[in-house]
């Protein structure tokens, strides 16, 4: 029977680079390996395929001879070329058994955080969502939180242990975390299932904590909110998170913070939007408004005659601090023209009389625009 493509089994173009191979590799061999497909005649002939086939790509001289000769090019070699299991065999596998069996037996790296032989295991990070108002993210507080969160057991200090007694080295695997066992011609190295990877193990547990060396516990923290924060800023305590097991270091606290939408002001980035509302004869003859502004006081802006609906003004340095900076964005005003409503007959009247009295020079934009219309339509027409 013709052996395959190395190229074929790897599922590669002959142009992968040796991340994609290994990569790849990876992939494959831990889909067919025996331990997740026991009993499986046909992953087992997969899996020796892969390992071969990565044996000969990974290596540069083996790979260019096999991509002029093909597997010609390890004839007569013993089986040392395309085997798949050479000096460097168990240094490839050995990523693939840490993903593996860390899935299998529960501790994936990356979850917990590390563990020590002596038993000690990193706690976890915690997250806190905390939501201040822009007032508040202008000019920066102080906030008082409560966090509910594992603390060392005061009982055993942390030890897991009842007073007066101590940890003892795991008699399975003598305080290595792991074991060994044969499986064919491998040699797999596994989380001791006796102390689940931690050394030691404890005979009298403590009672206020079974064991675990951290009890629950509401702790009440200041946060320092600086100035000039945005929606989304994370701000980290470092060792407020999750007591370690065991004594274990703390893990870390992280407080993302949201700002609540404002009733009055928009913001982006450092700067700060207002839209505010202007009668119509304010807009057409001009004149002074009060604005609110984030410092809690109000400002005067001019509006000049002949203002429209849209038009902005810009108030230098009224806007957010820049965080960490001396920095301070801008506010824009930006007019609304009110149409009146709910007219008297007086007002009816006055607003009629000023109708009569318009002229293009008064609404020139209006006026153009159906002058237009009209040669438009009257062109097509002709």
Known sequence: MAKRDYYEILGVPRNAGDNELKSAYRNLAKEYHPDRNAGDKDAERKFKE???????????????????????????????????????????????????????????????????????????????????????AFVGKTAQIRVPASVACETCTGTGARAGTKAKTCSTCNGMGKVRASQGFFTIER?????????????????????????????????????????????????????????GPAGDLYIFLSIRQHEFFQRDGADVFCKVPISMTTAALGGQIEVPTLEGVTTRVKIPEGSESGKQFRLKGKGMPVLRSKVTGDMYIQVDVETPKNLTKRQRELLEEFERASHKETSPESAGFFTRVKDFFEGRGG
């Open 50 to 136: 892969v390992n071969e086939a990565y044996e000969a790509l990974k290596d540069p001289q083996k790979r260019a001879a096999y991509d002029q000769f093909g597997h010609a090019a390890f004839d007569g070699m013993g089986g040392r070329g395309g085997a798949g299991f050479g000096p460097d065999f168990a240094s490839s596998m050995s990523d693939i058994f840490d993903d593996l069996f860390g899935e299998f037996m529960g501790g994936r790296r990356g979850q917990t955080g590390p563990r020590s032989r002596t038993g000690k295991e990193r706690g976890a990070d915690l997250r806190y969502n905390l939501e201040i108002t822009l007032a508040e």
């Open 191 to 247: 989380t001791c299932p006796s102390c689940q990877g931690r050394g030691e193990t404890i005979d009298d547990p403590c009672p206020n904590c079974s064991g675990t060396g951290r009890v629950t516990k509401e702790r009440t923290l200041s946060v320092n909110i600086p100035a000039g924060v945005e929606d989304g800023t994370r701000i980290r305590l470092a060792s407020e998170g999750e007591a370690g097991l065991r004594g």
